[in-house]
């Protein structure tokens, strides 16, 4: 896990950085395999934060439905004082979502303007969490505060989410959303031996007869849950047609309809032919950073021109 922790990263010749907060996939580690990531970011200037979900999240998150929201006592401050430098405490996609919005009310001071990147679907899930704090519909506008009662976020709470959302100018999909969860344990071959140990200790009363159904309701409203987002949030989706953990036709769907809802310059992907899992910045360099690039001057564009 790495994080945004020192005066260096907060500005670039006196002007407040922007920052690219980066969901990884699972099994991802950090300063192995996300290094040419955070060079790439901060040759454009920018700070980055980064988060990975544990392999167990991951199974939960596809096994079970979200559940109700609920906002961790005294948010964000206890999320504050934890190191940045030691893994999260949370179990869960929720807490972790709520720990990382915590981290960047402290950042925003310094950072102004905050991207996501978004691995696979261990990152997709912690995004759903994210969005599902920052921008609550249906079930998810009552808000349950520890340890009872359900009622709408305290007025403070929402002010400062609304501050984090309204910072948000983008997001990048990397090889992600997969809407066939049946991949799981091909996903899980990211995963370290550790990791996997810690799944089947963390998950095992999940992993029932049942379970196939389950996974299948929980893939159905997963992709719904990414096609209905009512947020015009500009997004970038880098997918191939040569992976078997997101495919092609349903991200090209995903993306096909967004861009019918808000419009072709705020919906983009950039698609290859034959490519790796969550490796597109290896196999095609040149491409992917000219596309990341372009895509990320339109979105400060257009926050620019929606204020005017």
């Not at 257009?302 to 204020?307: E, F, M």
Request: proline content about 6%.
């Amino acid at each position: 896990m790495s994080s945004v922790n020192n005066r260096e990263n907060r500005t670039l010749g006196g002007v407040r950085r922007p920052l690219v907060v980066i969901f990884g996939w699972m099994g991802c580690q950090p300063k192995k395999h996300l290094r040419r990531y955070i060079e790439m970011y901060s040759k454009m200037g920018m700070a980055v934060c980064i988060r990975v979900a544990s392999p167990a999240m991951v199974v939960k998150a596809t096994l079970e439905q979200p559940s109700s929201l609920t906002i961790p006592r005294a948010w964000p401050y206890d999320q504050q004082t934890s190191s940045p430098s030691l893994p999260s405490s949370s179990t869960t996609m929720e807490g972790l979502a709520w720990n990382v919005l915590a981290e960047i009310d402290s950042l925003l001071p310094h950072h102004p303007i905050v991207f996501f990147h978004v691995f696979s679907n261990a990152g997709c899930f912690l995004w759903e969490q994210v969005t599902r704090i920052l921008r609550p519909t249906g079930k998810d506008a009552a808000i349950t505060t520890e340890p009872t009662a359900t009622i709408a976020a305290p007025r403070p709470i929402q002010l400062r989410l609304q501050s984090i959302a309204d910072r948000i100018h983008g997001v990048i999909f990397d090889s992600g959303p997969g809407n066939d969860l049946h991949q799981l344990p091909l996903a899980l071959s990211y995963a370290t031996l550790l990791e996997k140990l810690g799944v089947v200790f963390s998950t095992r009363y999940l992993l029932l007869p049942w379970s196939q159904q389950r996974v299948e309701q929980r893939a159905k409203d997963y992709a719904n849950t990414f096609r209905q987002d009512g947020w015009d949030l500009p997004q970038l989706y880098f997918f191939c047609e040569s992976d078997a953990l997101a495919p092609h036709e349903f991200l090209r769907q995903l993306v096909e309809h967004r861009q019918q809802a808000h419009g072709v310059e705020r919906i983009q992907c950039r698609v290859w032919k034959e490519s790796t899992h969550c490796a597109h910045l290896y196999r095609h360099p040149h491409e992917y950073r000219a596309t990341l690039s372009s895509f990320l001057d339109q979105c400060i564009m257009l926050s620019l021109r929606s204020r005017l």
